[in-house]
Structures are given as C-alpha cells and as structure tokens.
C-alpha cells in the first residue's frame, strides 16, 4: 500500500495537493506507515525544508525543498541510513523500504503530533539560522539533533523519551 503522508495545510498548498481524511491500518509487518511532513523556513529567502515526522515515534527525515512531491526521492533515499543509526537491521530497513514506493498525501489528525512538531520547528528553524548559506546546511546534523529531541509520554513511569529510546525499546521487544 505505500505510506500515509499527513500533510500541514501550508504544505499541500505548495505541493498543490488535495488531502483526504485518510484512514488505514498498516502492512502486515509495516512498522513506518503513518508520516506527517511540515515545511521549516530557513531564514534564507525563499529556501525552505520539509520535516518528515513518524507517528508515534517522531523520528525525523529533513530535506531540501519546498514540496512533497520534489523531496520524496531524498525522503526513501535518507531514510535507511537514518534506521541504521538507530539501530535497525539490514533486514528490517529492507522490509521498511519496500514499502515506501508509493504515498497518500491525508488530512493531519493528531493533535498532539502536531503540538510536537511545532516545538520541533523552533529549535530547527534556530539551528538553520546558524549556517552561513542554505547550502551548507548539514540535514544529517539536524536529523541527528532531532533523534535526540526529548519529547512526553504518556505511558506511566516513563515520562519522557527520544525517537532513538521509542525504537531501542520496540525493538529489544520484538
């Protein structure tokens, strides 16, 4: 089935996309099926990102460009070396990756996952700041900033939690 992209409102009207209110349950096997991706101004005119954010975990894929369509091909390309980082076996970002060969683009629903990704774009939108030129700044610096973005939970006695620890746990689990 592909991935569901849920898109900011900002976002689909630069992408010139329509979201419906999209609805599925993964794969079989499918542990990265749900997204939400959000544009990040950079402080250099008219340069922006788009932040892929994964529900539940928030693990983050930043990339070049102002819309879903032109930064999908970084999106499936920078994704497996981020799971490497994090700890996922060749075979599972295999598995992950055959899935990403399509989307649909959906209307956002969680709340919450949008409270944090606005959070993230603060300490993001920073961080472009500090680069000389659009350029050079470094999307595999920022990505890992974000794994490490600490973030509440509501699972009792384990109050906060990184992407890098929501995956750790997940897949020490299985």
Same mark, same amino acid.
């Given at each position: @089935?592909?991935?569901?992209?849920?898109?900011?409102?900002?976002?689909?009207?630069?992408?010139?996309?329509?979201?419906?209110?999209?609805? *599925?349950?993964? #794969?079989?096997?499918?542990?990265?099926?749900?997204? =939400?991706?959000?544009?990040?101004?950079?402080?250099?005119?008219?340069?922006?990102?788009?932040?892929?954010?994964?529900?539940?975990?928030?693990?983050?894929? &930043?990339?070049?460009?102002?819309?879903?369509?032109?930064?999908?091909?970084?999106?499936?390309?920078?994704?497996?070396?981020?799971?490497?980082?994090?700890?996922?076996?060749?075979?599972? &970002? +295999? *598995?992950?990756? !055959?899935?990403?060969?399509?989307? &649909?683009?959906?209307?956002? !629903?969680?709340?919450? /996952?949008?409270?944090? @990704?606005? #959070? $993230?774009?603060? $300490?993001?939108? =920073?961080?472009?700041?500090? =680069?000389?030129? %659009?350029?050079?700044? *470094?999307?595999?610096?920022?990505?890992?900033?974000?794994? +490490? %973005?600490?973030?509440?939970?509501?699972?009792?006695?384990?109050? %906060? /939690?990184?992407?890098?620890?929501?995956?750790? #746990?997940?897949?020490?689990?299985?």
């Amino acid at each position: @089935m592909g991935v569901i992209l849920h898109a900011v409102q900002k976002l689909l009207n630069t992408s010139r996309l329509e979201a419906v209110q999209y609805i *599925s349950e993964p #794969d079989q096997g499918q542990l990265l099926h749900s997204w =939400y991706a959000r544009l990040i101004k950079t402080g250099f005119s008219g340069k922006l990102l788009v932040m892929y954010v994964h529900e539940p975990s928030l693990l983050t894929v &930043i990339c070049k460009g102002k819309t879903i369509g032109k930064t999908w091909d970084e999106f499936v390309n920078r994704l497996p070396a981020l799971l490497r980082k994090i700890g996922f076996s060749e075979h599972l &970002i +295999q *598995s992950e990756m !055959s899935f990403m060969n399509n989307y &649909i683009v959906a209307k956002t !629903s969680s709340k919450a /996952i949008l409270g944090h @990704m606005n #959070d $993230m774009i603060v $300490m993001l939108e =920073y961080q472009c700041k500090r =680069y000389p030129s %659009y350029e050079s700044i *470094s999307e595999d610096e920022l990505e890992n900033n974000m794994t +490490q %973005y600490l973030y509440g939970t509501r699972n009792k006695g384990l109050h %906060y /939690i990184t992407s890098v620890g929501y995956w750790k #746990d997940f897949l020490e689990d299985r």
